[in-house]
């Protein structure tokens, strides 16, 4: 318990540091993280997903790139890419499945409609990615 308090205390140590970026949380169909920038361009986010037949859960973290500024793209638009790392954990006992750990990529954009809400798809490879698309919507914090 102490391991988790102390990477929660530092995940939010971090995330204040670099205030002048928006942390985001990210509510899909099946899977949900939130975005904790740790320099102007590069975010990590804690993920927790699982597939629609819900036979496994995940706990993973991720961590991406945004190519903003490099596109010159509006404040309303993000499009970014990088790495995951997660465990799956197995739940639906009628699936030939095993506890793994897996890694992947991901790309993905968002749209904000407004100064708070937006839409985002993500594709990407890995259990902590859905293995899948991710579309869902993002809360600007």
């Known amino acids: 318990m102490r391991k988790i308090t102390f990477i929660l205390l530092m995940i939010l140590g971090v995330s204040s540091v670099f205030g002048q970026a928006k942390s985001e949380l990210n509510f899909g169909i099946i899977g949900v993280s939130y975005d904790i920038p740790v320099a102007t361009n590069i975010a990590i986010a804690p993920t927790v997903g699982t597939n629609f037949d819900i036979s496994w859960l995940t706990l993973g973290v991720k961590a991406d790139y945004y190519f903003d ?3 010159g793209l509006p404040d309303a638009w993000d499009v970014y890419g990088g790495l995951n790392a997660g465990y799956a954990l197995w739940i639906n006992q009628s699936k ?3 506890n793994d750990f897996n890694i992947g990529i991901q790309i993905g954009g968002r749209w904000f409609w ?3 809400w937006g839409l985002y798809l993500e594709l990407g490879g890995g ?3 859905g293995g899948t698309a991710g579309l ?6």
């Open 69 to 71: 500024s490099l596109f």
């Open 96 to 98: 030939n499945g095993a």
């Open 114 to 116: 407004s100064e708070k």
């Open 127 to 129: 259990h902590t990615s």
């Open 136 to 141: 869902g919507i993002t809360m600007r914090m």
